[in-house]
């Protein structure tokens, strides 16, 4: 069985920085990609960064520059170092895998709300 628990979240003021974390079970991160998705009040889900199974990224250009993906293979964890943080990243934040496309992944954490005050 697939499970994934995502946390890290809270508020955090313009400019600053959080850190999400998603532990995994029953699949590994060295096998397929993992990825950060959001989803902000009123509108539809969207990929934020994902990481492969050789351990390639790719980025939202949203956060591109700002946002970095990374994994921890021994412990099973994605984490997702958010800096520079904007009121326009507010958002309930999901990890989920296999895969990189909030359209075809399958397996979903339950998300951990990021908000950010102006």
């Known amino acids: 069985e697939v499970q994934l628990q995502a946390s890290g979240g809270g508020l955090v003021q313009a400019g600053g920085s959080l850190r999400l974390s998603c532990a995994a079970s029953g699949f590994a991160f060295d096998e397929f990609a993992i990825g950060w998705f959001r989803q902000a009040p009123g509108k539809g889900r969207e990929a934020v960064a994902c990481?492969?199974?050789?351990?390639?990224?790719d980025y939202s250009p949203s956060v591109k520059g700002r946002f970095t993906i990374s994994t921890d293979n021994a412990k099973n964890t994605v984490y997702l170092q958010m800096n520079s943080l904007k009121p326009e990243d507010t958002a309930v934040y999901y990890c989920?895998?296999?895969?990189?496309?909030?359209?075809?992944?399958?397996?979903w954490g339950q998300g951990t709300l990021v908000t950010v005050s102006s």
């Open positions: 990481i492969g199974h050789d351990g390639s990224t």
């Open positions: 989920a895998g296999p895969g990189c496309s909030e359209y075809i992944v399958p397996y």
